[in-house]
């Protein structure tokens, strides 16, 4: 699994909490399905052989507390979930961010899928 600046912790941030209700209703118990840092906490063991994250350090979203990686880490950290996690400084939450990685996590699948054979 990889991703782009993630939401990882929606139930936690004003953007999340709206899409929640909006989509999901008032119940924060039904939202933790849905919600990547919950999902991992729940488990409470390795979900993934391997999670790629990359960050922008001046993502409006970042600075906004919007996105909550660190959450997301924690939640790995205790459960053993290994995470390769990229703060990229000078980097916003632009199709330009995700172009310049792009590569590095399609090569991470690559090599994900070849390590299942």
């Keep these: 699994m990889s991703a782009f600046a993630p ?5 936690e941030c004003p953007w999340g909490q709206k899409a929640f ?5 008032a119940s924060r118990e039904a939202w933790k399905a849905h919600d990547a840092t919950e999902l991992i906490q729940a488990a409470n063991r390795p979900l993934f052989p391997s999670i790629l994250i990359d960050q922008g350090l001046e993502d409006e ?3 906004g507390k919007q996105l909550l990686p660190h959450d997301f ?5 205790r459960a053993k979930q290994k995470v390769e996690y990229h703060e990229r400084a000078g980097y916003n939450h632009s199709y330009f961010f995700i172009q310049s990685f792009l590569q590095n996590h399609l090569r ?8 299942q054979k």
Aim: with cysteine; hydrophobic share 45%.
């Design 7 to 11: 939401i990882a912790h929606p139930s």
């Design 108 to 115: 991470f699948h690559l090599d994900a899928h070849r390590a």
């Design 21 to 25: 209700t909006g989509y999901l209703g």
């Design 61 to 63: 979203f970042l600075v």
């Design 73 to 77: 880490l924690r939640a790995c950290e």
